[in-house]
């Protein structure tokens, strides 16, 4: 796969703030805030809060893969 244009080869290392934005958001998102003291609604026999932190988990999984294989070129590899 070939990377982006403005991708420099190196990991992508040279954004800190973007990154801790991130993990903000993977947390925010992957851990049920909404559920806490919810009723305890199941769908398919699973708690709903057990889904949602199921998908959330999947979303930021594809996302990390989809960066590091859109962003990052390891020149050894090559």
Do not use: H
């Amino acid at each position: 796969m070939t990377p982006s244009p403005d991708s420099s080869g190196k990991p992508p290392t040279g954004r800190p703030n973007r990154y801790l934005a991130l993990v903000g958001i993977a947390v925010l998102a992957t851990v049920p805030w909404a559920f806490i003291g919810a009723s305890s609604a199941r769908v398919a026999g699973v708690p709903i809060w057990l889904w949602w932190s199921f998908l959330a988990t999947a979303a930021l999984s594809t996302l990390t893969a989809w960066g590091v294989l859109r962003r990052w070129r390891d020149d050894r590899l090559e």
